[in-house]
């Protein structure tokens, strides 16, 4: 079992930065593969990144790609994300969530979620 606790959202100005962080309670921390999730007003929650389990494999959204990037510290049980040039279209609240599987967390069935980070984009 792991627990799941996002920080660091916040409103930004566009062409901004921000990194979230994501702490992880538990000792299995290392075997999970970790992800971000976001989810807008009125809309689905979508993928945003994912990080293998040894760090040594990232993944990312289309939308987000080339902007932010994942990164984890297995020895401080943490997963970050942070955020360049940041958009309008970023708002949303941002979700940390592990899985033991890369595939079935970038498929968006994770095992585990936290509760999530509001990030705002103004224009």
């Not at 999730?37 to 979508?46: L, N, S, V, Y």
């Not at 040894?54 to 993944?59: A, P, V």
């Amino acid at each position: 079992q792991v627990q799941l606790v996002e920080s660091g959202g916040g409103l930004m100005q566009a062409g901004g930065s921000l990194r979230l962080a994501c702490a992880a309670s538990g000792r299995t921390f290392s075997s999970y593969a970790m992800a971000w999730f976001r989810q807008a007003p009125g809309k689905e929650r979508e993928f945003v990144a994912a990080i293998r389990s040894s760090g040594d494999r990232t993944y990312y959204a289309d939308s987000v790609k080339g902007r932010f990037t994942i990164s984890r510290d297995n020895a401080k049980s943490m997963v970050y994300l942070q955020m360049y040039s940041l958009k309008p279209e970023d708002t949303a609240v941002y979700y940390c969530a592990a899985g033991q599987y890369f595939s079935t967390v970038v498929s968006g069935n994770p095992d585990h979620w936290g509760q999530g980070t509001q990030v705002t984009v103004s224009s």
